[in-house]
């Protein structure tokens, strides 16, 4: 039987019997429910088969797996999600037969407030002006 | 992984060539370096068009080559702009290079500048955020050169992150500064050239109507001029691009180099010429979902996207940006690093009789540049020894089990330690007010703000965080104190030479 395992963000794993061909994938997400990701990227690998095909229902569409990579690479990044829960599956190949998917665990995706986003980019707009009006300021004095 | 796109045999070759060529070009730009004078500070007469090449050269770093493209695939439009926006690093230094010129014309390097200008506790501190610096950029140089070479033509991680080490330790030994700077003039152009030609290549097979649809479509956020991350990394990586440059000795000793009313000029062309890099570079990271490119590891986007799509010419174009950009920091940085630790370290202690036994047979200026060279030596040795891959399961001991670290992770850490030194900089050179204490304070709160930052908000947000801490410490250490810097302390009569 196959055992999927799938585990996100290094906080455990879960197996899943989902396939016919012996052997073993495992899957490993960079984020979680529990760490989520704030800037809407995460990385997802996988090994255990020959060629593999891996599908992503991601957030803010209808509840779709849509095809993301079918190959023979065992890792993936992925960005620029928005906000929500993301899905991901993977099946494996071994010699004729192919797994039925296994579904890891949702992926948060939860980026930063734009309070807080645009209160540091103010704040950065700050310093750098600063920086630049004394730079500017004092070289004038200097030359003068 | 994906398959390379060169044959081993024709990345050993480019390797091979390109390795000789750059040790016969320091060999031959070297002769002049044989005082330690002309070896630290390529004998202080560069000039303009060696400086404005040295300047965009030494900026066009791997992390250039390897970073716009993961900021772009990571942050979208905004972390393109993001990146591009370090050139106001070099536009920011224009003028304190020349004012550092005109006040130390004997100088030789910054933390030098910080001992004269804030004392000897401040001057460890800077020292150490300087050297944590340099090693982190080093180091991380070596790991990428390695990990590029081996992604575009399988040539072995172990043999391509030596070659291109021994290379820029061999050329930077021989020829000091001249050969540094020298070097630099050529892998700009062909840098300049081989970027614009790719990017121009790839826009062709990814017009930029299927980028924008495959973005819409697969990762809308990297159009979403409300990306609140990249939001934060604008400032960021502005502020970052001008701690490293403010702080960093690659950047002073070039301004020491210089030739007297040059400095200021040569980093402004050196801006620009670096400006349209990281746009053209960053264009790669986001065309990689248009081209349904798989992405195994966000900081190797530019040059995977690049190979796959070009096929073996666009990957010998972007093997030979990638050998140039790597060698013109590396050795930038070794030679800067080593001035560093020559000057502040070695020196006292040979002018205090410590190292009585070294070089018995020489004068003062043969012992120093002869310590000069040694350190280089170790430097490259210590680099060498931290990026072999001990655990043998990747390049590096940063990469152990990690899957998820990239060079944006690994190099941002230092952001904060960086950007702390920008207010105690340029106070410094400008105003005859401060204490001691103010830029002890404003180096290291602003590097534990920016560091806690890092953890508790992300990379992207540390060096903005370091820079304003550090400098508000340092704006009311400047309204706190009186004016009493006599500016001539920076120039003290006696010289090494």
């Known amino acids: 039987m196959w055992a999927v395992v799938l585990s996100v963000g290094g906080m455990g794993a879960a197996s899943n019997d989902a396939g016919e061909v012996a052997g073993e994938v495992r899957v490993v997400a960079s984020a979680s429910a529990e760490a989520p990701s704030r800037d809407g990227t995460f990385t997802i690998e996988w090994a255990g088969g020959e060629e593999f095909e891996v599908e992503l229902d991601a957030p803010g569409e209808p509840a779709v797996f849509q095809p993301w990579y079918r190959g023979r690479a065992l890792q993936s990044f992925v960005s620029g999600l928005p906000d929500g829960v993301a899905r991901v599956r993977v099946r494996a190949r071994r010699g004729m037969g192919w797994t039925e998917w296994a579904v890891a665990p949702p992926v948060v995706i939860e980026h930063h407030g734009m309070a807080k986003a645009l209160g540091l980019m103010g704040l950065g707009l700050v310093v750098f002006l600063t920086i630049a009006g004394y730079i500017a300021t004092r070289a004038r004095e200097v030359e003068a | ?35 330690i004078e002309g070896f630290t500070v390529a004998g202080r007469n560069v000039g303009l068009a060696l400086g404005a090449a040295t300047a965009a050269a030494t900026w066009i770093t791997s992390n250039t080559v390897m970073l716009a493209p993961q900021f772009a695939l990571q942050l ?40 004269l200008r804030h004392g000897r506790v401040a001057h460890l501190v800077f020292m150490a955020i300087s050297l944590f610096y340099g090693l982190t950029w080093l180091v991380s140089m070596a790991i990428a050169g390695g990990i590029l070479l081996e992604t575009l033509s399988g040539i072995p991680y172990v043999v391509g992150m030596t070659v291109i080490l021994a290379t820029c330790v061999i050329y930077t030994l021989v020829g000091g500064m001249f050969a540094v700077i020298g070097t630099d003039f050529i892998q700009t152009v062909i840098i300049l050239v081989g970027v614009v030609l790719v990017g121009v290549w790839v826009l062709g097979e990814a017009p930029a109507h299927e980028v924008h649809a495959a973005l819409v479509e697969r990762r809308p956020m990297l159009l979403d001029l409300a990306f609140p991350a990249a939001l934060m990394a604008l400032f960021n990586n502005l502020l970052f ?167 944006a992770t690994i190099l941002f850490f230092a952001g904060p330690l960086v950007a702390s030194a920008i207010g105690p900089i340029m106070t410094g050179l400008y105003s005859r007010r401060g204490s001691e204490t103010g830029v002890v304070l404003a180096l290291s709160l602003g590097t534990v703000a920016g560091l806690i930052a890092y953890f508790w908000l992300g990379w992207y947000t540390a060096a903005l965080v370091g820079a304003a801490v550090s400098l508000t410490i340092t704006l009311i250490d400047q309204v706190s104190t009186e004016p009493r810097f006599d500016w001539a302390a920076l120039n003290p009569s006696e010289s090494p030479s």
């Open chain 2, 1 to 35: 992984m994906t398959e390379t796109q060169l044959p081993v045999s024709w990345g050993l070759s480019l390797l091979l060539a390109f390795s000789v060529l750059w040790v016969a070009l320091g060999v031959r730009l070297g002769r002049r370096s044989q005082s």
């Open chain 2, 76 to 115: 979208g439009v905004w972390g393109m702009l993001a990146y591009a926006t370090a050139s106001f690093g070099l536009l920011l230094f224009a003028p304190l290079s020349d004012r550092i010129r005109k006040l130390m014309p004997r100088g030789y390097t910054s933390a030098e500048f910080v001992r």
């Open chain 2, 241 to 407: 691009g001008i701690g490293e440059i403010f702080h960093s000795n690659v950047w002073w000793s070039r301004a020491f180099a210089f030739r007297e009313g040059v400095a200021s000029r040569a980093y402004m062309f050196g801006a620009l010429l670096w400006l349209p890099i990281p746009v053209a570079a960053g264009f790669l990271g986001l065309a990689a979902p248009a081209l349904g490119i798989n992405v195994v590891r966000p900081d190797t986007v530019g040059p995977m996207v690049a190979a796959a799509v070009l096929g073996p010419a666009g990957a010998v174009i972007i093997f030979i940006v990638v050998f140039c950009s790597l060698a013109s920091s590396i050795d930038s940085l070794l030679a800067a690093t080593g001035d560093l630790l020559t000057h502040e370290v070695i020196k006292p202690a040979l002018d205090r009789g410590l190292l009585s036994r070294f070089a018995p047979g020489q004068d003062d200026e043969g012992r120093l540049r002869r310590a000069a060279s040694l350190v280089i030596l170790g430097l490259g040795l210590a680099t060498w020894v931290v990026c072999w891959p001990w655990d043998q399961s990747g390049p590096g001991p940063w990469y152990e089990g990690d899957p998820v670290g990239s060079l």
